[in-house]
């Protein structure tokens, strides 16, 4: 099993910044994709960003590139979020996520294997 633990969210003003981290524990393994999600009140939980088990690849949809960016650092088991220049449409509560059925990043949640609790994200305008 793994264990997703992320940290990081808080309430911030428009056009700021948050790091959000992801640390994995149990029986990990650097070669998995990982992921970030979001979900608003209201609305069903969108794919933000992946990357690959090297951090060679990452995905974005149109929407979040330029202003997300997603990392890894396999020797702390640890996945991050970068956000700037928020927005207030980008509060939501953010989950990290990751899968080891697939080598692939995908924007579906259903194939992903592990889940956080998630950790809130809110921008003031």
């Known amino acids: 099993q793994v264990q997703l633990v992320e940290s990081g969210g808080g309430l911030v003003q428009a056009g700021g910044s948050l790091r959000l981290s992801c640390a994995a524990s149990g029986r990990t393994y650097s070669n998995y994709v990982m992921a970030w999600f979001r979900q608003a009140p209201g609305k069903e939980r969108e794919f933000v960003a992946g990357?690959?088990?090297?951090?060679?690849?990452?995905y974005y949809p149109d929407s979040m590139k330029g202003r997300f960016t997603i990392s890894r650092d396999n020797g702390k088991n640890t996945v991050y979020l970068q956000m700037n220049s928020l927005k207030a449409e980008d509060t939501a509560v953010y989950y990290c996520?990751?899968?080891?059925?697939?080598?692939?990043?995908?924007?579906?949640?259903?194939?992903?294997?592990?889940w956080g609790q998630g950790t809130q994200v809110t921008v003031s305008s």
């Open positions: 996520a990751t899968r080891w059925s697939g080598a692939y990043i995908n924007v579906k949640e259903q194939h992903y294997d592990a």
């Open positions: 990357i690959n088990w090297s951090g060679s690849n990452t």
